[in-house]
């Protein structure tokens, strides 16, 4: 297994060690839980920048690693997201449920398209957006703010331009995802597809001379 791979196993245990003291800290306030879970989240947040550059410099790109990666990212964001927009809890700053409702639609559109694609093409083609990294930064942003709750009017706009950058990223996908499908023949009519005709080998002519 490759170093890359390892860090982001490392960040995915990380979760679990995040969420526990963010609901200690939800519970009853104390000032070190939030600095342990916020030091928690800096380092897998680090760690996601770290392990990518380590596959592209050392050639340690991978199957396991490309499929790890994204995964380890949606569930650190999405176990922060949906802890920090919990309404009663009055020692943490809150994130508007907005925000988490717009990464949580865009994450299940994505999976349905992959899975449509998936049955109906066998392969799935899909491209990075910078806007879509850049939705990812602003969501950890957010959840750093939050989780020191330092610079409200910065988190605000930080949350803004995450829920944007995110649906602006899901508009593109979904884009890439209908093109994928509609030119595939399984997407026309049956009728239709039935009198596309069949491509043949090319076999040559039976004539001589």
Partial sequence: MTLANKITITRILLIPVFVVFVIYHQQDGADSYRRIALATFLVAALSDGIDGWIARRFNQRSQLGATLDPLADKLLLMSALLLLSRSGAPHVATLPLWLVATVLSRDVLL???????????????????????????????????????????????????????????????????????????????????SQTPSREPFRGSDREG
């Avoid at 799935?124 to 020191?148: D, E, H, N, R, W």
């Fill in 111 to 193: 999976i349905l398209g992959w899975i449509i694609i998936q049955l109906t093409c066998g392969t799935v083609a899909m491209k990075p957006y910078f806007i879509s990294k850049a939705g990812t930064v602003l969501q950890m942003a957010a959840v750093i703010l939050a989780l020191a709750d330092a610079w409200p009017v910065l988190r605000a706009w930080s949350a803004f331009a995450a829920a944007v950058t995110t649906g602006l990223s899901t508009v593109l996908y979904v884009r890439d995802g209908v093109s994928q499908l509609s030119a595939n023949p399984k997407s026309l009519p049956d009728q239709a597809r």
